[in-house]
């Protein structure tokens, strides 16, 4: 990702409503959701979260697949991976070893073996 992206992506999330389907795309993981249930749960209107969609849709950080009459939305991980890697691309001059702090907090947890 180069800067002009990362300022698309950054701009994508500068707005509440956005934000918060980022958020709500990231929770959702590979399910996804569609459209009408992601307004539904934000209590957003149709055309106002169309256009929410788009702009996100265009920064790279979300993408859609076409499921007959409907779309469903996913957060976009290679955009998320590009857009984290573009800001830690020049981590802690070269010591990483002070960065994984970070990398770990961001991360999801390992599921526990019993």
Known sequence: M???DALEAFAALSQSTRLDVFRLLIKAGEVGMSAGDIGETL????????????ILARSGLVRNEREGRSIRY?????????LLAFLM?????GRPELCQPV???IACPQPQED
Do not use: P, Y
Not at 43 to 54: G, I, K
């Open 2 to 4: 180069d800067k002009k």
């Open 43 to 54: 209590d957003v209107r149709q055309n106002t979260m169309s256009a929410n969609l788009s």
């Open 74 to 82: 996913f957060a976009d991980m290679d955009g998320v991976r590009g």
């Open 89 to 93: 691309e020049d981590c802690c001059a």
């Open 103 to 105: 990398i770990d907090s």
